[in-house]
Structure formats: structure tokens, C-alpha cells
């Protein structure tokens, strides 16, 4: 986790842990450490990674077992995908391309760029 990042701390830990779901470091079912351990682990306030907690709570990708711990629900790899399917286009492509444009970029050329990227990838 990088805490020198603009984004609030309580973000960055709900992000990492978003995260890791989709590439399955965390897996559902698993076990989340506890707030204290994120505390001690981050040196961070204990109600910082419960405020983190609280968010991914909220969206479904993690449940709370009273008395046992945060963990990853079995629904929230398919929840976070389809979230970032949702988002992806206006938070990510469309910047993206806006800039490859304002560079000078045709959109031949850019989709020639993401044809040779896709090729790489299946190649490797």
C-alpha cells in the first residue's frame, strides 16, 4: 500500500483488498485479517480499516461473522466484476483514448496499438 497516494487510507486498503479478490490473492471464503492486524500491520488507526471494512460490506464482497471476522463473501468476484465492467469505459477507455487523440494519434492508430497489444498478450 502506497499511504504517500492522494486517496484517502481507507480507500486504498478497500481498493487492495478489491483487488486482491479479483486476483485471487483472496479467495471466497477466506478470512480477512482483523482490524487490529491491519492496524498494527499499516500503522494505521484500528477505525481507518474498519471504515474500509464498512465499504466493501456495503457493496457485498465481504460479510461480517459476529464474533469471528471479515470474510470474503462468495458472490463478490462476479459483484466486483460486473462493478468494473460498469465503470470501466468511463473511467479508464474513454480517458485513455481521449489522450491518445489529443496526442495526435488517428484512431486507425490506435486501434492498430491495441490490436498489437492483444497479440502480445496471447502470445505470452
Not at 471466497?28 to 480499516?49: K, V
Not at 464474533?67 to 462493478?83: C, K, N, Q, S, Y
Amino acid at each position: 500500500m502506497d499511504f504517500s497516494d492522494d486517496r484517502p487510507i481507507y480507500l486504498q486498503i478497500a481498493d487492495s483488498i478489491r483487488s486482491q479478490i479479483l486476483t485471487e490473492s483472496l479467495k471466497p471464503g477466506d478470512q480477512l485479517m482483523s482490524t487490529t492486524q491491519y492496524a498494527n500491520t499499516f500503522r494505521i488507526n484500528p477505525a481507518t480499516a474498519n471504515k474500509a471494512f464498512g465499504l466493501l460490506v456495503d457493496d457485498g464482497t465481504v460479510a461480517k461473522r459476529r464474533g469471528v471476522g471479515m470474510f470474503v463473501t462468495d458472490e463478490a468476484p462476479e459483484i466486483l466484476r460486473e462493478e468494473g465492467k460498469k465503470s470501466y469505459v468511463p473511467n479508464h477507455l474513454e480517458p485513455a483514448l481521449s489522450e491518445g487523440l489529443e496526442l495526435g494519434l488517428t484512431p486507425e492508430e490506435i486501434l492498430g496499438l491495441a490490436r498489437n497489444f492483444f497479440t502480445v498478450k496471447e502470445q505470452s
